[in-house]
């Protein structure tokens, strides 16, 4: 044998083994289907009033972008919501930092990482991409690029947050709070009736993390990616298994060979249960969706669900744990 045509074999029957076989998703829970009717949007958790938004924008002929990102606004302006926006907990040091990313059906992608003082990170997220050379700005300099866009400069850190942080302080031994309740990041992928995908992904991050800790939320191919000939997936959770596995690149990937949504889904939470000894104690979840509006999901835990939004109905899916 040659000494090429010996290369060339061992490297693809050593390459093969890493995608795990189709047949391995044979009995998954949530069957494929063919809905392919247009706009549809989805999102994480039970944030209903955030995916109906995007929805009903969508209906009006927004684009999948722009819908998106109206969509993650919600969360952002909502106090009550203590992971994303306006009234997220704070590090340790009670600095509320915000980061999000932003990515549409042409491959464009926008990110901004531990920006004080501006709302709506989902937007400036996008003015990164679409007005700066740049695919990521952080910290004081994105700061400085929104004010000069005229941004608001908002104080997040509200009564609520504050008086939970200084509780915190005293009875958590200055360690993050980690558990499966603690992750409810918006991520929020759409379908608009041109049948284009974007996708957007807003957070406050870990409550009480240490200062300047990002995860994977605002990390493309981590905690949002997008590509429109194939399909899009967001994750919410510990953000530092994610960005480990790339898991929402890894998603999309899988897609492209020939998974489902769904088995995508299944072989990314795999992935990151089976380097650990039984099942985890942190919470990892995505969802995702492909070019024919097929929706996947699953999460190492219960207790997730996500909103879809399709023929002018916005309903919760309870997600099966691992």
């Excluded at 866009?149 to 360690?175: F, G, Q």
């Excluded at 905690?223 to 994750?235: P, Q, R, S």
Aim: charged residues 20%; contains cysteine; proline residues 4%.
């Amino acid at each position: 044998m040659k000494r090429r045509t010996f290369l060339n074999s061992t490297i693809f029957a050593g390459a093969f083994p890493l995608i795990t076989p189709k047949q391995f998703f044979t009995n998954s829970l949530i069957k494929p289907t063919s809905k392919n009717k247009f706009p549809i949007s989805i999102c994480t958790w039970n944030f209903k009033e955030a995916n109906e938004v995007a929805g009903k924008a969508l209906e009006k002929g927004m684009d999948s972008l722009n819908a998106a990102i109206l969509g993650a606004q919600v969360e952002e302006d909502n106090p009550a919501n203590s992971t994303v926006g306006f009234g997220g907990a704070p590090d340790r040091e009670g600095n509320v930092t915000l980061d999000a990313c932003v990515m549409d059906h042409k491959k464009n992608c926008g990110a901004v990482l531990a920006v004080e003082n501006v709302v709506h990170v989902a937007s400036l997220a996008r003015d990164v991409m679409e007005k700066t050379p740049h695919v990521i700005l952080t910290g004081k300099g994105a700061e400085s690029f929104a004010r000069s866009l005229n941004y608001p400069s908002t104080v997040l850190l509200t009564k609520e947050s504050k008086k939970a942080w200084e509780k915190w302080k005293k009875e958590a031994a200055y360690e993050p709070i980690i558990n499966i309740e603690n992750h409810d990041t918006i991520g929020i992928l759409c379908i608009d009736k041109q049948g284009n995908l974007s996708g957007a992904c807003s957070t406050s991050g870990l409550a009480y993390k240490m200062k300047g800790r990002i995860g994977d939320s605002p990390i493309i191919g981590a905690g949002l990616f997008i590509d429109n000939e194939v399909g899009g997936a967001v994750a919410t959770g510990m953000g530092e298994e994610v960005v480990k596995t790339v898991g929402s690149f890894l998603i999309v990937e899988l897609m492209r060979q020939g998974y489902t949504p769904q088995q995508a889904c299944d072989e990314a939470i795999r992935r990151i249960v089976s380097k650990e000894e039984g099942i985890p104690n942190f919470q990892v979840a995505y969802i995702a969706i492909d070019k024919n509006g097929n929706v996947g999901s699953r999460s190492i835990h219960d207790g997730f669900s996500y909103m879809e939004y399709r023929d002018q109905k916005n309903i919760n899916n309870l997600v099966n744990p691992y």
